[in-house]
């Protein structure tokens, strides 16, 4: 079989080498890919940046759709055919996180979905929703799942207002996801053309920051000087001061991204005086990828991206690295 393996670090080390095909043995499934998407860790990961002590060579990215080719002994929840995809950690499978279950996690501790065939556990696996492409499905295990876990933090009522800041994967699934909870959303991006991208979607408000870097008063500004309920930081420490100042008392922030580093200093008196709550989002569960998945069905949800052949990966990597994409990005395994 044909895979992409991190054989050094960087973009232009990424090989597309022959591997053995491999077998499943007893609760395991072999999986034959037919999309993978592409997440920033995926890039940190390649880079070096992510896991400088990865070990080499490794075969990278942790989400992937694809069809159930055979099984091994003992395994009754999938058959030939089913479609499936692999969830981010492979140990954690429901519950609160552990060390325990925070190892396995793929295209990192172990080979990840960059293949035309994979062989997981069985219990590492989730049917896809009926309605959805391979490469649509694709998109889900770490990018829709983390969004759908950062809105079970704020807790959201209908009417509550979130915050998402650009339009990456884990931003936009959020946009829709809090649409379908009945929230009104306000976006942040530098590009006038993806922020008209999220109106279509359902964005109620957008600002370009780099006509307003203060979008933190504009939030308030737009909640009457209340502050929004939940902010979805993807930005880190470059953008949790504004975050902060954008929230209102007793708001949360769904901490996921390390994108910007340091900017303005932590205001620590905000987090003390707003009664704040800043909660960190690593994915989530096989049981969190089963109730998103409840929800993209009965909405009929459409996961938004771009696509490209799989011999192209070196190129799509470099597009997120460019930041210019727009929701997911995803190769279709040819």
Excluded at 20 to 34: A, D, Q
Excluded at 63 to 74: H, I
Excluded at 92 to 108: H, I, S, Y
Excluded at 296 to 302: D, G, H, Q, W
Aim: net charge neutral; hydrophobic share 45%; with cysteine.
């Amino acid at each position: 079989m044909r895979a992409w393996h991190i054989s050094s670090f960087g973009i232009d080390s990424l090989d597309f080498v022959e591997r053995p095909t491999p077998e499943p043995g007893p609760g395991e499934v072999l999986v034959k890919v037919r999309a993978v998407s592409f997440n920033y860790r995926d890039l940190l990961m390649v880079k070096g940046i992510y896991n400088p002590k990865l070990r080499l060579p490794r075969i990278p990215c942790s989400d992937g759709a694809g069809e159930v080719v055979a099984v091994g002994d003992g395994v009754t929840a999938f058959k030939p055919r089913d479609r499936v995809a692999g969830i981010f950690m492979q140990n954690w499978l429901d519950g609160p996180l552990t060390p325990a279950k925070a190892r396995g996690a793929l295209g990192g501790d172990i080979d990840g979905m960059l293949a035309e065939r994979v062989v997981l556990k069985a219990s590492g696996l989730v049917a896809i929703p009926e309605h959805l492409s391979f490469e649509e499905a694709a998109t889900l295990p770490c990018a829709a799942v983390t969004a759908w876990n950062a809105l079970a933090a704020g807790n959201l009522k209908p009417g509550a207002t979130v915050l998402i800041q650009g339009t990456g994967g884990v931003s936009i699934f959020a946009l829709q996801l809090a649409r379908l909870r009945g929230a009104r959303v306000l976006g942040i991006s530098g590009n006038n053309d993806k922020l008209n991208r999220a109106y279509s979607l359902g964005l109620d408000a957008g600002l370009n920051y780099r006509d307003n870097p203060e979008w933190d008063q504009w939030a308030l500004e737009e909640t009457a000087g209340e502050g929004v309920d939940l902010v979805v930081e993807v930005g880190g420490l470059g953008t949790m001061a504004r975050s902060l100042k954008a929230l209102r008392m007793g708001g949360v922030i769904a901490q996921i991204g390390v994108l910007s580093g340091p900017a303005d200093p932590l205001p620590l008196p905000y987090i003390l005086h707003k009664q704040a709550r800043i909660q960190g989002i690593y994915v989530g569960s096989r049981q969190d990828f089963e109730d998103l998945n409840k929800a993209v069905s009965l909405a009929l949800l459409r996961p938004v991206g771009e696509n490209f052949n799989w011999s192209q990966a070196r190129d799509a990597l470099r597009r997120m690295e460019e930041a210019s994409h727009f929701g997911k990005l995803v190769l279709t395994v040819a």
